[in-house]
């Protein structure tokens, strides 16, 4: 049965995937492969991993404001991740979010709830997330 978590909306609208959840938060300059929607950051643990068209689960964005222009790059080319949830706000963050226009919840207690390959369905609007846990895990 999915569990049912309830934060605050950041960015409106619904969007439905499978979670890519990441242990530390990510830098957007240099950090990601906008033409694969790849993680390539030395030395972060899901360096490799993709989040084209799932679900991006972080703590937060690091480094400079080119966090913003490096996801609305992955966006022109269909690699953005569909929704964002995170746990901590910054500018870049911030700026990121407007560009991406997905939506986006937080203030929930999503790490040790979500897991990677989980379907994860985000409504920005009213800050709730369901969660299927995966069957491959």
Do not use: Y
Not at 32 to 52: L, M, W, Y
Not at 124 to 131: E, Q, R
């Amino acid at each position: 049965m999915p569990e049912v978590l309830r934060g605050k909306g950041v960015v409106g609208g619904r969007a439905s995937g499978r979670a890519l959840v990441c242990t530390a938060p990510i830098s957007g300059w240099g950090g990601i492969d906008p033409k694969t929607g790849t993680i390539v950051e030395n030395r972060h643990p899901q360096r490799g991993s993709c989040f084209a068209g799932g679900v991006l689960v972080i703590p937060g964005a690091k480094g400079s404001s080119g966090w913003s222009g490096q996801f609305h790059l992955a966006k022109l080319v269909g690699t953005a991740p569909v929704a964002i949830v995170f746990t901590r706000m910054n500018s870049k963050l911030a700026l990121g979010l407007v560009v991406l226009k997905v939506p986006a919840v937080t203030g929930l207690g999503a790490f040790g709830t979500i897991s990677t390959g989980d379907w994860v369905d985000v409504d920005g609007d009213t800050g709730v997330v369901h969660v299927a846990p995966s069957r491959e895990g």
